[in-house]
């Protein structure tokens, strides 16, 4: 007898086969048990008829907790009434774990709750989706690059300096001297691209920032390209063509789940359609003005009411480019025209999901660079390195970050992005 999961049970109807699963929950009449089974793959139905597996086997089903593990047989068949379109008709049912008082109920639970016990609720069908998605987004993103012959890099989570601002590390000790947390790895990528031409790395960054707001996390994973020879405008383009990559391949890849999400896949179509708008933040501060935002002035940081109007205004992702340079990190490249803005450019989600994407075209020359870290306060010491880059064949070069956890937040369309992340950290709450 074939051991199958159950997202592949479309492959044998009509076989009877066996599957390891969870019962997610149950209910039952007098005569037939209906058990929602899970196995890792996907969630269905299994049914049980009192009168085809005798009294015994029935009153084990009907009487199975939630979350107790199981060995189920039985013969897989269509189910046009479910949204996942297969059951199977169980005729055989050995119980391997035990199960009680499982604390997570078919009930709603608040999100303070539902964090606490965040190791189990990774089992419920909504983070099962999430979960789904958020691999998706993952393989898509390796293939993109890949296919386009980024090298793969891994820069140092610990660090000795701060390419964003010394505000927001977590500061360790390292034997006896201090090390950081990483912001991001895009200083090590910018010397990574000079070696190899065009990179990448995916993986966890830090901000030592107590959490406000449903939009921000301590700990979460960046995705990050940089591409020497590479100007602003070429690195946009690759921008949108990743980001539209992406959620084509969720549509492609991910029905089921975006279907347990109640996602609207068109809504979802129209963010694959490029190119992507493209505003200043000189014309976005007057659009918000124009438009009762009397909060904001010129050389202020959006908030969170900001982005929201100015992405669905377009009702697509947009670009805001060109920021002052009083808000902005040392290395990006300064205006060829202006000396009050940089070559900067934030990739604004529609739908109140914000900035998904941080980019820009990086400054070239060595006096420049040293005069902007001295400029922020910052140990020339800790930048010799980077600054060698200036003197070795220099070239023009560009790069961004994706945050991934706010990208699953937006394409799976849930309110907070905390669910994005599978063990993510809440506010200042360590969990073990």
């Not at 479309?10 to 066996?18: F, L, R, S």
């Amino acid at each position: 007898m074939k051991t199958i999961n159950i997202i592949d049970s479309k492959n044998h109807v009509g076989e009877t086969v066996q599957i390891g699963a969870w019962v997610a929950n149950k209910r039952s009449s007098g005569k037939i048990a209906f058990l929602q089974l899970r196995d890792g793959s996907a969630f269905f139905q299994g049914v049980l008829v009192k009168n085809e597996v005798g009294e015994e086997l029935f009153d084990v089903a009907k009487n199975l907790s939630q979350e107790t593990s199981v060995l189920v047989t039985g013969e897989i068949r269509e189910d046009t009434r479910s949204k996942f379109g297969y059951e199977i008709g169980i005729t055989g049912l050995e119980v391997i774990g035990e199960s009680q008082n499982y604390p997570i109920t078919p009930k709603e639970h608040g999100t303070d709750f539902l964090m606490d016990h965040r190791h189990l609720w990774l089992r419920s069908s909504k983070q099962h989706a999430v979960m789904q998605v958020r691999n998706e987004l993952i393989r898509a993103t390796y293939e993109f690059f890949n296919d386009r012959d980024f090298i793969k890099i891994d820069p140092p989570i610990l660090t000795s300096s701060a390419p964003e601002g010394t505000t927001e590390l977590f500061e360790t000790d390292y034997f006896g001297d201090p090390a950081y947390l990483s912001q991001t790895g895009q200083l090590y990528l910018e010397a990574a691209a000079m070696a190899f031409g065009k990179v990448f790395s995916f993986g966890p960054t830090f901000r030592a920032e107590k959490s406000k707001t449903r939009r921000h996390l301590t700990e979460f994973w960046m995705m990050e390209p940089e591409m020497a020879f590479v100007h602003q405008d070429e690195s946009l383009e690759i921008q949108e063509q990743y980001v539209a990559f992406m959620i084509e391949n969720v549509l492609e890849n991910c029905a089921y789940a975006l279907d347990v999400l109640e996602r609207d896949t068109e809504i979802l179509k129209k963010y694959t359609q490029l190119p992507f708008p493209r505003i200043s933040y000189d014309e976005a501060v007057e659009l918000l003005q124009q438009n009762g935002f009397d909060d904001i002035t010129w050389g202020d940081d959006f908030g969170s009411p900001h982005e929201t109007f100015i992405a669905n205004h377009f009702e697509k992702p947009v670009f805001i480019l060109n920021y002052p340079k009083s808000m902005s990190p040392f290395y990006m490249k300064p205006h060829p025209t202006r000396d009050d803005v940089v070559i900067r450019a934030d990739l604004i989600a529609p739908e109140g999901y914000g900035e998904i994407i941080g980019g820009s075209e990086r400054a070239v020359g060595f006096d420049y660079l040293l005069e902007q870290i001295e400029k922020d306060g910052l140990d020339r010491k800790d930048y010799e390195w980077y600054l060698d880059l200036q003197k070795y064949g220099a070239v023009p070069h560009s790069g961004f970050g994706l945050g991934l956890e706010r990208t699953v937040t937006w394409v799976c369309g849930i309110e907070h992005i905390r669910e994005a992340s599978p063990f993510p950290r809440l506010l200042h709450r360590i969990y073990p």
